[in-house]
């Protein structure tokens, strides 16, 4: 059984993208080419964050390419509400009919505020039960809101456990656990650290750039005092069309300097050249928490400020040396989350249990955000896959290296970067979206950035670990909660397209006295806005007085839905 996660950050996007690649040149519909898209991949269950379809959308049957209703598969939704941010977040899980799922919950983590976001939805499966998120970003809300969701979400898979079942986390999390799951670029340095170590260490066993910096960090710290956000505009090359952005600027003998990109917030401005210590109030346990240390700065970061202020630029190789020994926070409050469900609860990171040493994904400097986790106790079903060496390698790179990972990233170079000249990624050829296809493993899945901006993950399982007898529960209101596409009647049934049983105990020529004979009329839409007809009433309904239409006036369309005096 194989469990696909993908952040695809608009399901509207991608499923039209998908339909355009995978179904519109064969002529097929879109819910069959959305259905065959799984297929191929081999996916029995695909958990998708970010699909940001409103509730309305799904409840009037009016989402994209009847993205909820496919052919083969159930789904189970869970939309933001919030009357501020609806269009936003949202996750989706959907099972291959066949596959056992006996409930779904869309407000498994018992806050109204966190259930409200649409941010987390859970399938129970008989022996296990899989929890798909999306956690807050940190930059988007408040550490505080981001650990209380963490919190609620522990919480919950603790009380499942409590009924005796396994548990299976997957979805991005928005958080990068480990040193190895950061670009060395994004990783962080401990500048106080390197300070006490060139002062009580030996110069000579040091290594040059650890000299330089702890050199000219005073002379950094006294530029950043004078820093401040200013308004900028750009241009784009193509359009001419500009734009308002701001920017952070600093003075440096006497001279204006700038920092960092072109923001459209200028309080993503300040964000990197923050050093101050910072902490968030725990409201669960009323007590302040220390979320950063003073002086941590991102590699990249000190790079810039040790070419800007300190006129020292470093090779890329002395660059890289300093990624290698940067690190991750020490007291990141998520990283300490992450690492209580691992060692604590005894979940096991599936991707790091096949691959503990991978890494890099190339020039892109992306990170590790989406994760498959699950239960120790489920480690006998867990397997590897057949997967010898990565797709779009021609199989004399060794799969741990660098240039693996672009061959792979990038289906050989086939899939290009987006164009400083503006217009968007730039769609590849049939032959390079079929790369994406393989065999069923624990891992990743290279899906065409023209898909989403995140790859998908995957976790290969046993079949024996599903139990395909469960059948989802119709009846039960959490469910049907979870399934607002299937409220919506449609216009066909509104109209009564059924056909209508009434009886008949006159006796006639072709039957028997006593005899009921059941008679089939179909209605119309004047049978249904006609209340002197009796085509459409149904058989137990009482039969009214025939009317005399010669001076009766039959009511409009108008008086059909208009309020009786």
Same mark, same amino acid.
Request: one cysteine or more; aromatic letters at 8%; charged letters at 25%.
């Given at each position: 059984?194989?469990?696909?996660?993908?952040?695809?950050?608009?399901?509207?996007?991608?499923?039209?993208?998908i339909?355009?690649?995978?179904?519109k040149?064969?002529?097929?519909?879109?819910?069959?080419?959305?259905?065959?898209?799984?297929?191929?991949?081999?996916?029995?269950?695909?958990?998708?964050?970010?699909?940001?379809?409103?509730?309305?959308?799904?409840?009037?049957r009016?989402e994209?390419?009847?993205?909820?209703?496919?052919?083969?598969?159930?789904?189970?939704w869970?939309?933001?509400?919030?009357?501020?941010?609806?269009?936003?977040?949202?996750?989706?899980?959907?099972?291959?009919?066949?596959?056992?799922?006996?409930?779904?919950?869309?407000?498994?983590?018992?806050?109204?505020?966190?259930?409200?976001?649409?941010?987390?939805?859970?399938?129970?499966?008989?022996?296990?039960?899989l929890?798909?998120?999306?956690?807050?970003?940190?930059?988007?809300?408040?550490?505080?809101?981001?650990?209380?969701?963490l919190?609620?979400?522990?919480?919950?898979?603790?009380?499942?456990?409590k009924?005796?079942?396994?548990?299976?986390?997957?979805?991005?999390?928005n958080?990068s656990h480990?040193?190895?799951?950061?670009?060395?670029?994004?990783?962080?340095?401990?500048?106080?650290?390197?300070?006490?170590?060139?002062?009580?260490?030996?110069?000579?066993?040091?290594?040059?750039?650890?000299?330089?910096?702890?050199?000219?960090?005073?002379?950094?710290?006294?530029?950043?005092r004078?820093?401040?956000?200013v308004?900028t505009?750009?241009?784009?090359?193509?359009?001419?069309?500009?734009?308002?952005?701001?920017?952070?600027m600093?003075?440096?003998?006497g001279?204006?300097?700038?920092l960092?990109?072109?923001?459209?917030?200028?309080?993503?401005?300040?964000?990197?050249?923050?050093f101050?210590?910072?902490?968030?109030?725990?409201?669960?346990e009323?007590?302040?928490?220390?979320?950063?240390?003073?002086?941590?700065?991102?590699?990249?970061?000190?790079?810039?400020?040790?070419?800007?202020?300190?006129?020292?630029?470093?090779?890329?190789?002395?660059?890289?040396?300093?990624?290698?020994?940067?690190?991750?926070?020490?007291?990141?409050?998520?990283?300490?989350?992450?690492?209580?469900?691992?060692?604590?609860?005894?979940?096991?990171d599936a991707?790091?249990?096949y691959?503990?040493?991978?890494?890099?994904?190339?020039?892109?400097?992306?990170?590790?955000?989406?994760?498959?986790?699950?239960?120790?106790?489920?480690? !006998?079903? #867990?397997? %590897?896959?057949?997967?010898?060496?990565?797709? $779009?390698? +021609?199989?004399?790179?060794?799969?741990?290296? /660098?240039?693996?990972?672009?061959?792979?990233?990038?289906?050989n170079?086939?899939?290009?970067?987006?164009?400083?000249?503006?217009?968007?990624?730039?769609?590849?050829?049939?032959r390079?979206?079929?790369?994406?296809?393989?065999?069923?493993?624990?891992?990743?899945?290279?899906?065409?950035?023209?898909?989403?901006?995140?790859?998908?993950?995957?976790?290969?399982?046993?079949?024996?670990?599903?139990?395909?007898?469960?059948?989802?529960?119709?009846?039960d209101?959490?469910?049907?909660?979870?399934?607002?596409?299937?409220?919506?009647?449609?216009?066909?049934?509104?109209?009564? !397209?059924? #056909?209508? %049983?009434?009886?008949?105990?006159?006796p006639? $020529?072709? +039957?028997?006295?006593?005899?009921?004979?059941? /008679?089939?009329?179909?209605?119309?839409?004047?049978?249904?806005?006609?209340?002197?007809?009796?085509?459409?009433?149904?058989?137990?309904?009482?039969?009214?007085?025939?009317?005399?239409?010669?001076?009766?006036?039959?009511?409009?369309?108008?008086?059909?839905?208009?309020?009786?005096?």
């Open positions: 059984m194989l469990i696909v996660s993908w952040n695809v950050a608009g399901l509207s996007t991608t499923v039209n993208r339909y355009d690649s995978y179904g040149l064969n002529n097929k519909k879109p819910s069959v080419a959305l259905s065959e898209y799984f297929e191929r991949h081999g996916a029995d269950i695909v958990c998708i964050q970010e699909h940001k379809i409103p509730l309305s959308q799904l409840s009037s009016s994209p390419l009847n993205c909820a209703s496919i052919e083969n598969y159930e789904s189970f869970s939309c933001c509400v919030d009357s501020k941010k609806k269009g936003l977040n949202g996750v989706v899980t959907y099972v291959k009919k066949g596959v056992g799922v006996v409930s779904a919950n869309s407000t498994a983590l018992g806050s109204a505020d966190l259930d409200e976001q649409g941010r987390c939805i859970m399938t129970d499966h008989g022996k296990f039960v929890f798909n998120v999306y956690v807050p970003a940190s930059s988007g809300q408040p550490l505080s809101y981001k650990m209380k969701f919190n609620a979400l522990r919480r919950a898979m603790k009380e499942q456990r009924k005796q079942k396994h548990v299976i986390l997957v979805g991005d999390l958080i480990a040193k190895l799951d950061k670009f060395w670029s994004d990783r962080v340095l401990f500048i106080n650290d390197i300070q006490k170590e060139v002062l009580t260490g030996v110069a000579s066993s040091l290594p040059t750039w650890k000299l330089d910096l702890a050199k000219a960090w005073p002379r950094i710290e006294e530029a950043l004078t820093k401040e956000v308004p505009q750009t241009t784009n090359s193509l359009t001419k069309k500009t734009y308002n952005k701001y920017r952070m600093v003075q440096v003998d001279k204006k300097v700038f960092g990109s072109h923001e459209s917030d200028p309080r993503y401005c300040e964000f990197c050249y923050d101050e210590s910072s902490s968030y109030i725990c409201a669960e009323d007590k302040e928490i220390l979320s950063e240390e003073e002086n941590v700065a991102c590699v990249s970061v000190v790079i810039e400020l040790m070419e800007k202020i300190a006129g020292i630029r470093w090779d890329e190789a002395t660059q890289r040396q300093v990624g290698e020994e940067a690190g991750a926070s020490r007291v990141s409050p998520t990283r300490k989350w992450l690492n209580g469900i691992l060692y604590e609860d005894g979940m096991v991707f790091r249990h691959y503990s040493l991978a890494e890099g994904r190339y020039s892109n400097e992306g990170a590790r955000i989406d994760y498959t986790l699950l239960d120790r106790s489920l480690l !006998t079903y #867990l397997q %590897k896959g057949n997967v010898d060496s990565l797709r $779009s390698c +021609s199989g004399d790179e060794d799969p741990n290296t /660098e240039a693996a990972a672009l061959a792979v990233a990038t289906a170079n086939s899939f290009r970067p987006v164009s400083f000249e503006g217009g968007g990624i730039v769609e590849a050829d049939q390079t979206l079929d790369t994406q296809f393989g065999t069923p493993h624990t891992g990743m899945i290279y899906t065409p950035p023209s898909f989403s901006d995140h790859i998908a993950t995957s976790l290969l399982l046993h079949g024996d670990c599903c139990s395909p007898e469960f059948e989802v529960n119709s009846a209101p959490t469910t049907r909660k979870t399934q607002p596409h299937k409220t919506q009647k449609s216009i066909k049934s509104f109209f009564g !397209t059924a #056909l209508i %049983k009434t009886t008949n105990t006159e006639s $020529s072709n +039957s028997k006295i006593g005899r009921t004979q059941p /008679e089939q009329r179909r209605g119309s839409i004047r049978h249904f806005f006609d209340p002197t007809s009796t085509g459409t009433r149904a058989a137990n309904q009482v039969k009214r007085p025939r009317l005399n239409t010669s001076t009766v006036k039959k009511p409009s369309i108008l008086n059909h839905f208009r309020p009786k005096k």
